[in-house]
């Protein structure tokens, strides 16, 4: 009976779970990716130490970035997503018209930046800070040893816990639903609502994610192992 | 005498409250390879630091090459004249040994890639890495880090050499090797400071060997005067726990 509701469901809703699918992991990768990016910006500008050679400008240009990316991280880590993207999505509308899915990228974009600014910054605290001074004694400016010494060991120290910020996008994704977004939780909310058969369209959806995010780890996996090999490479 | 190429007036520096540097004056003459002892949070290696801006000195003066160090308005380019190595190595950990040589005459010099692979495989064969320019620096002894640290300071063309005790962190078979290459460095008259606690290196590479006690120069001499004669109480002290006969 289980079974026989199981196979029904993929067979006749089989594309709009692939919809979902597709919607899911296009929201996570896009939001992990931007996220990242917003990350390394905050975290790396948070981690620079200005010592002497700073300006005064440079150093009231520091303190006032320091306390926006402090008020930042502290909303955006604060308050659940799901709040979030009701919340902007509608308020935003006020002012210009977006769509749904505009308004769900940028939403898991900006919040998973929060979390990656924490993670590029723990990331960038673990490199040892006599290399940064060795690449200072050797004429090297700040942005020059931060972008060749400290952020590519950075981001392989960090790169475990951003693969995790993407598995946790994967599954956290499905509260955009709440803004009508067609991704997994959704669909199957909606496949649920018309067939009746709850049990069997819940526990495919969650075998879907398991299957999702199991494969993701393992790709992580070998990414991370490869990283991780001693390097004999010659200069990119 | 030509004018100094290190010359230090008067200068103090301070952690919080304690002050490390008591008021010293310090010279090094072009060529001259000049050694500094003395017990643990005496100030050398502050000293030593204080040269190439790793810490700013709140008082006094400090004179390299003729140029006002403290009021420069580029650090980074008077930085790339002075070389320095430490007691940890330091190698950048993402590149490989080569890669660490070449990246900072790429980025500081603007040299072609081409041109700083020349240099840095002629630096790596003078300390004897050149078979390991490939490797992983996080795959390669502490003495063999160390001598690649030297390289990579050399590729810059350095007119002066600081050394933060160079040898404290090696297990004791690879002290020999380091210290071989900063003595025919030394010969080459390349000008040095070096922090150190290898008396016999002092003894034997040094053209003058300074004390230094409690943020202070206490005596400096050459070696034969220090070791051999030494004036005040303090030195005779130092030498007599610290030199084993």
């Known amino acids: 009976m289980f079974i026989s509701n199981c196979t029904d469901i993929l067979t006749t809703y089989g594309p709009s779970l692939w919809l979902g699918v597709r919607t899911t992991l296009l929201i996570a990768i896009t939001g992990t990716v931007l996220g990242l990016i917003l990350g390394l910006l905050v975290g790396g500008f948070r981690a620079v130490k200005l010592d002497f050679t700073a300006s005064g400008a440079a150093r009231f240009f520091k303190k006032l970035g320091d306390l926006i990316i402090n008020l930042y991280i502290t909303i955006f880590r604060g308050t659940p997503m799901m709040v979030q993207a009701v919340f902007i999505y509608y308020a935003m509308l006020n002012f210009i018209y977006w769509s749904p899915m505009e308004a769900a990228i940028t939403v898991i974009s900006v919040n998973t930046g929060a979390y990656m600014a924490e993670i590029v910054r723990s990331g960038i605290q673990a490199v040892d800070p006599g290399q940064t001074e060795a690449a200072r004694s050797l004429g090297m400016s700040n942005a020059q040893t931060m972008f060749t010494v400290v952020l590519p060991q950075a981001i392989r120290n960090a790169f475990p816990a951003i693969g995790n910020e993407f598995i946790v996008n994967i599954k956290d994704s499905s509260v955009l639903m709440i803004i009508s977004i067609t991704e997994l939780m959704f669909q199957a909310k909606s496949i649920a609502g018309s067939t009746f058969h709850f049990t069997e369209t819940y526990f495919i959806e969650a075998m879907i994610y398991l299957i999702l995010t199991t494969v993701t780890s393992l790709i992580l996996n070998a990414i991370e192992k490869h990283m991780n090999r001693p390097s004999t490479k010659e200069v990119a | ?245």
């Open chain 2, 1 to 245: 005498m030509a004018a100094p190429m290190v010359e230090i007036k008067n200068i103090h520096k301070r952690f919080g409250k304690l002050e490390v540097l008591k008021g010293v004056d310090f010279e090094v003459q072009e060529g001259e390879t000049v050694c500094l002892i003395g017990s643990s949070g005496s100030g050398k290696s502050t000293l030593l630091r204080c040269i190439n801006l790793l810490e700013h000195a709140d008082d006094g003066q400090i004179l390299v090459f003729g140029q006002d160090v403290l009021h420069t308005k580029d650090v980074n380019h008077f930085r790339a004249k002075v070389g320095m190595c430490f007691q940890q190595f330091n190698l950048f950990a993402n590149m490989t040994v080569v890669e660490n040589c070449m990246k900072p005459q790429m980025k500081v010099l603007k040299v072609s890639k081409e041109e700083a692979r020349k240099t840095a495989m002629k630096y790596l064969e003078k300390v004897g890495m050149a078979e390991f320019a490939n490797a992983d620096v996080r795959r390669i002894s502490g003495g063999q880090k160390q001598r690649v640290a030297i390289a990579r300071a050399l590729c810059m063309n350095p007119k002066l050499m600081l050394f933060d005790e160079p040898t404290s962190a090696l297990d004791p078979e690879m002290v020999g090797e380091v210290l071989n290459i900063m003595k025919e460095l030394a010969e080459e008259g390349m000008t040095m400071i070096i922090v150190t606690h290898e008396m016999g290196f002092a003894r034997d590479v040094a053209d003058r060997v300074v004390f230094m006690d409690q943020g202070q120069i206490e005596e400096q001499g050459t070696p034969d005067q220090l070791f051999n004669n030494p004036q005040s109480e303090r030195t005779k002290e130092f030498l007599k726990a610290s030199v084993y006969k």
